[in-house]
């Protein structure tokens, strides 16, 4: 019985490390500034939090689900937003990401803590 115990522990303890490893760099919230990361809203990349999840994209653009999605380097994302469909391209390296969000510039953000 102990050495049960004693695997379904290891076992356990598995599965959260490489659970943990497998979620994607993007996920999290992120801003041009510090400043911004506590903010709601806005109404363009320089005033406002881009909050990421596995399934969702939440900018100044609005709610957007995330449909297909290519992964290399970057993460390439066709979001679909209340405001209709756009190409994203996520390119996440450590604190910082740089965005494309449809055919506007690239913008550099920073993850918030």
């Known amino acids: 019985m102990q050495r049960f115990v004693v695997w379904a522990a290891c076992a356990a303890g598995v599965f959260a490390v490489s659970s943990a ?26 005033n406002s939090a881009l909050v990421a999840t596995d399934t969702s994209l939440w ?3 609005g709610y957007c689900r995330i449909g297909k999605m290519y992964k290399a380097k970057a993460v390439y994302v066709q979001a679909h937003c209340s405001k209709g469909d756009v190409s994203v391209t996520m390119d996440a390296q450590g604190g910082r990401m ?13 993850r918030c803590n």
Do not use: H, M, Y
């Open 98 to 110: 740089r965005v494309t969000w449809g055919g506007a510039k690239p913008e550099e953000l920073k």
């Open 59 to 61: 900018w100044f653009d």
């Open 21 to 46: 490893q497998a979620q994607e760099q993007f996920i999290g919230r992120w801003a041009a500034n510090p400043e911004l990361c506590s903010a709601r809203g806005g109404d363009s990349a320089a």
